[in-house]
Nanobody
Framework: QVLLVESGGGSVQAGGSLRLSCAASVNIYRRMAWFRQAPGQEREGVAAISPRGGSTPYADSVKGRFTISRDNAKNTLYLQMKSLKAEDTAMYYC????????????????????WGQGTQVTVSS
């Protein structure tokens, strides 16, 4: 059983920052990612990271504002979000691939097998 627990969400004003964390119950030396889903919209990939952190693709909408990182020793994934906009408002989910050391990275939902329950991010303008 793989358990992913997100934290760090909240309500901020536009231009503010938040740092999301995802604590995993297993070794996270595998493909990991952050996704988000706003009401009435499909889940979209925000950022992904390879097992060693060398590859970090981002959605165009967050490039230059969000940074994904990982601490494999702590089995924790992070998403630093800066210059937040109202359109960043969504439920944010942590995702992990089933296979340890899985590569390459991906922003597609189908590439991930395990999901957290999500943490809400609300940005007011």
């Amino acid at each position: 059983q793989v358990l992913l627990v997100e934290s760090g969400g909240g309500s901020v004003q536009a231009g503010g920052s938040l740092r999301l964390s995802c604590a995993a119950s297993v070794n996270i030396y595998r493909r990991m990612a952050w996704f988000r889903q706003a009401p009435g919209q499909e889940r979209e990939g925000v950022a992904a990271i390879s097992p060693r952190g060398g590859s970090t693709p981002y959605a165009d909408s967050v490039k230059g504002r969000f940074t994904i990182s990982r601490d494999n020793a702590k089995n924790t994934l992070y998403l630093q979000m800066k210059s937040l906009k109202a359109e960043d408002t969504a439920m944010y989910y942590c995702a992990a691939a089933a296979t340890v050391d899985a590569v390459p990275t991906s922003l597609h939902v189908q590439a991930y097998n395990y999901w957290g329950q999500g943490t809400q991010v609300t940005v007011s303008s």
